[in-house]
């Protein structure tokens, strides 16, 4: 028998079968790079499931400036409308697409019923509450205590691939919650001691020990 989608999440074994009955019947959606899933003010149509792809969700102040709150990935529902839902409010930020992404929707009633009976369901909801608030903590910690260029190191050497790093000054502000202007200094601050070099298109790490050492708590 083939697998059902729900399988990937980490309580699926323990679901019951009327749990197993609503979820099949969740709607699936595919959408591409750069789809919008939600904006702030919007109103809940479900609780999003990742299949496959990436979700960004990110807030914008109103000087324009952005950051990235998390990332919802394959086996993750959005916590952001879990809370939405839940409190029968809209949304206060926005979902993107990164990549193409498949998800299943849980309608509100669905949802609802299934967070009132299944406690396997529940599980899936609070586990994601718990992991998004320890995010936040450290999100907040690392904004408020923690110099931009030690974050910028962390982040460079996060994103590496074959020696380089594929992001744009303004993406790099958003994922470290500051201004490009004050990202592109640190930038130039890390070229000019000789440990990366940026270029059109991407950043070259010239000496990753270096970053290493910057990035440490």
Partial sequence: MAADWFDMLPSAAELSEESRRILRACPEMSVD???VLFRPGSL???LPIVI???VRVRLIGENGREIVLYRVRSGQ?????STCLLGNEPYAAEGIAETATTLRLVPPAQFEALVGTEAAFRRLVFA???TRLADSFALVEDV???PVAARLARLLLAREDAGSVHLTHEALAAELGSAREVVSRALSALAARGWVATHRGGIDLLDRAALRVLAEP
Avoid: D, L, N, P
Wanted: proline share 0%.
């Fill in 52 to 54: 496959s792809g990436s």
């Fill in 77 to 81: 529902a959005c916590i952001m409308t």
């Fill in 44 to 46: 809940c149509q479900g």
């Fill in 128 to 130: 994601g509450f718990a």
């Fill in 33 to 35: 790079t750069g789809a």
């Fill in 144 to 146: 408020a205590f923690r």
